[in-house]
């Protein structure tokens, strides 16, 4: 997917990006440089959307969360998804694309955040469980392409990332056979995978690597190499997708130089994660002030028949239901799914 530009465009940005003398890119960038990142909170209220900007291009995503049974195969461990939603991107006059372009992105995406963040180890799904084999939290990361201006794999990993790292859930505890919650507690990260997307442009013989290439030096490009990884200079993953052939030597060289500006990227968001947790952290002391533990469970327990300290033979749904009104009163909005007993 990329813009509609006339040969003479096409002519003029592939000599000018071609230019050793270090003659500035059109937005006066030199060739390793990145555009301008910045993240802000849509809203001010509990796990708000975050707006992501790498240039013009815009990114928001949310996370949606609820409880439900875990897969089969995996009793212990939470589930994880991407939604990546481009339906701000139908095709039109000022973009070469088509539906199944616009499918081919999305997938492409999703993909990359799969393979970085949760094949990589990053996303722990174990904590994410609240009973093994009968209860975890499934987790949605909803990602809204709203703007493309280039590099949405980049902008994309640092909004899911931003994301997860900013999102709140109910703490759960178990207390005399009955489920409580009493707190919130933030998703846990085991180490913070960035992402760096360099353009290749073959020279004549030579290779060029430009950075965080824009919508317009996207169409001129000859392929592109993402590589993820974290500031312990581990390598997560790794996508090429090139007309010409890259040499080892070549991607030595540019995982050796990635890492200023992972660290770069590393500090905005640690930075931005810091200021949103304190605000999230406010409004959460506001709420559970004065408050007493909220019960989950019906204040007539039958103890008969119980499952490892837990009645199992009622639904956790209908568990819910029986204490609307508390739960209306403590204005904590979760949702329960099929706990009953196997």
Excluded at 12 to 30: C, F, H, V
Excluded at 40 to 69: A, D, F, H
Excluded at 143 to 151: A, F, P, S
Excluded at 155 to 167: F, K, P, V
Aim: hydrophobic share 35%; with cysteine.
């Amino acid at each position: 997917m990329f813009s509609i530009i006339s040969n003479n465009t096409k002519e003029y940005l592939i000599q000018r990006l071609k230019d050793e003398t270090g003659m500035p890119r059109e937005d006066g960038r030199d060739q390793d440089s990145y555009r301008n990142i910045s993240l802000k909170l849509l809203t001010n209220n509990l796990n708000s959307p975050i707006e992501v900007k790498i240039g013009n291009t815009i990114i928001i995503s949310q996370i949606y969360s609820k409880l439900t049974s875990p897969f089969i195969d995996k009793p212990n461990e939470g589930i994880i998804s991407f939604s990546i939603d481009t339906n701000h991107l139908k095709p039109d006059a000022d973009y070469n694309s088509s539906n199944e372009d616009l499918n081919e992105f999305r997938i492409k995406i999703s993909n990359y955040l799969e393979k970085s963040l949760r094949e990589s180890k990053a996303l722990d799904s174990n904590s994410l469980c609240i009973i093994p084999n009968k209860l975890v939290w499934k987790i949605v990361i909803d990602i809204n392409v709203i703007n493309y201006d280039g590099n949405a794999i980049d902008a994309c990993l640092i909004s899911a990332l931003s994301s997860w790292l900013t999102y709140k859930i109910p703490f759960f505890r178990i207390k005399n056979n009955k489920i409580y919650y009493d707190n919130f507690i933030n998703l846990t990260l085991i180490h913070l995978p960035i992402s760096i997307t360099y353009g290749i442009l073959l020279n004549n013989d030579k290779i060029m690597f430009i950075l965080d290439c824009d919508l317009l030096e996207e169409s001129v490009m000859n392929g592109f190499i993402s590589i993820c990884a974290n500031i312990f200079k581990e390598i997560c993953y790794m996508q090429m997708n090139s007309n010409v052939q890259v040499g080892s030597n070549d991607i030595k060289e540019l995982t050796d130089k990635i890492h200023v500006k992972i660290k770069d990227i590393h500090k905005i968001i640690k930075k931005f994660v810091s200021e949103v947790n304190l605000v999230y952290n406010k409004i959460i002391s506001h709420k559970i002030k004065n408050n007493d533990d909220v019960e989950m469970e019906d204040e007539k327990n039958n103890n008969d028949n119980e499952e490892d300290g837990i009645d199992s033979d009622i639904k956790f749904k209908e568990k819910i239901n029986n204490n609307e009104e508390k739960m209306k009163k403590k204005k904590r909005q979760y949702e329960i799914l099929n706990y009953q007993k196997e």
